[in-house]
């Protein structure tokens, strides 16, 4: 059976390529080359950073064909302004081999033609159903992630919190300053962002920008450190807190899936987010209740975790059962078996 991947990146090194369908094929043995919509194969697997206007008209032979999208474009509003630059930006980008104008629309005509597609949570499925009824639901893997877990749950001044993702979205610790330097003031806080140093805006490929000096205008005490699957763990177990603040005003980001969550869960760390539908969904699903969806509930709860030990390490030994039990790689491979399955 040939098999073609159409990645995120030629290198295989981004962490979509490094933690989906590429580990996946490499536990079961499936090999897979670089796609090329002028080739035929047998199975081939589309992503959102692939020239989605030569995949849509994708059609030789019998060729199946998993489109595997994990944000929630379709959430965006159409006349909202980086969605129209999207399509160009990507042209521009070299991602695309002609110009297109509406990414969006690229995005449904590959859904559309899509046997199969790969998305990242419930919710996300449902939006995607109607264009393309066989739609699954399905996290990354993240045991490159987990190298070390948190085992001491005992806490000292300053109290050491910690987050981790992409540069351009350290901007989110704006919706949750204020709360940070109201319990700062109370309780010394350090904020620990693993996180590329610098990173570019717009489909990641313009404007280079400095970390650091984001994170500096919304908390005064901040240590960023270079992402990488090491530094993570490291890091991560080594302080008390996991944040994952989201804002609900911009519906790509408050559509994000859980994967953040399960994966400092899998750390074995508490963790306090936003109350997005993903969050709130997984909080409720393991008998937790440390979402906030306001100031308050920030204060508060960052308050009682960082005076309660116990309650941290409750909040930490019963996230990593939960998300052992319920996001095992043996689960996520099932459900990647059920994809091709379904074909």
């Given amino acids: 059976m040939r098999v073609g991947y159409a990645p995120y990146d030629a290198s295989l090194s981004q962490p979509a390529d490094r933690r989906r369908f590429p ?3 490499e536990r079961r043995g499936i090999q897979f080359e670089l796609a090329d919509p002028s080739r035929e194969y047998d199975v081939v697997v589309v992503t959102p950073r692939a020239d989605l206007g030569a995949w ?19 959430a ?47 919710e996300q499925a449902s939006e995607i159903e109607p264009i393309c009824p066989n739609a699954h639901p399905i996290l990354d893997f993240q045991s490159l992630l987990v190298g070390r877990v948190k085992d001491d749950y005992r806490a000292g001044s300053p109290f050491h919190l910690v987050w981790e993702g992409l540069g351009h979205n ?49 908390f005064h005490r901040v240590c960023v450190t270079q992402w990488s699957e090491t530094a993570v763990s490291v890091i991560a177990t080594a302080c008390d807190l996991a944040v994952i603040p989201l804002p609900f005003d911009r519906p790509l980001e408050r559509n994000k899936p859980e994967t953040k969550l399960i994966s400092f869960w899998r750390m074995g760390l508490p963790v306090v987010t936003s109350a997005t539908p993903a969050y709130m969904r997984t909080m409720r699903a ?12 920030w204060v ?44």
């Fill in 76 to 122: 965006i509003p159409r006349t909202n302004l980086k969605a129209i630059l999207r399509g160009p930006a990507k042209f521009a980008a070299g991602e695309a081999r002609h110009p297109f104008f509406s990414y969006r629309r690229a995005l449904e005509q590959t859904l559309a033609r899509a046997d199969a597609v790969v998305c990242a949570t419930p």
């Fill in 170 to 218: 350290v901007s989110w610790f704006e919706r949750i300053e204020r709360a940070l330097r109201e319990v700062d003031s109370r309780h010394p806080l350090v904020l620990h962002l693993i996180t590329p140093i610098e990173y570019r805006e717009l489909v990641q490929r313009f404007w280079r920008r400095r970390t650091d000096r984001i994170a500096s205008r919304h």
């Fill in 300 to 343: 508060d709860l960052l308050g009682r975790l960082i005076e309660d030990p116990g309650a941290r390490e409750r909040a930490g030994r019963e996230g990593r059962a939960f998300a052992e039990r319920e996001y095992s790689d043996e689960r996520l491979m099932a459900a990647w078996d059920q994809v091709l399955d379904s074909m």
């Fill in 286 to 297: 393991a008998g937790q209740e440390l979402t906030c969806a306001s100031e308050a509930q």
């Fill in 56 to 74: 849509s008209r994708y059609r030789p032979g019998r060729s199946k064909l998993v489109f595997d999208i994990v944000d929630s474009y379709l």
């Fill in 23 to 25: 580990f996946y094929a």
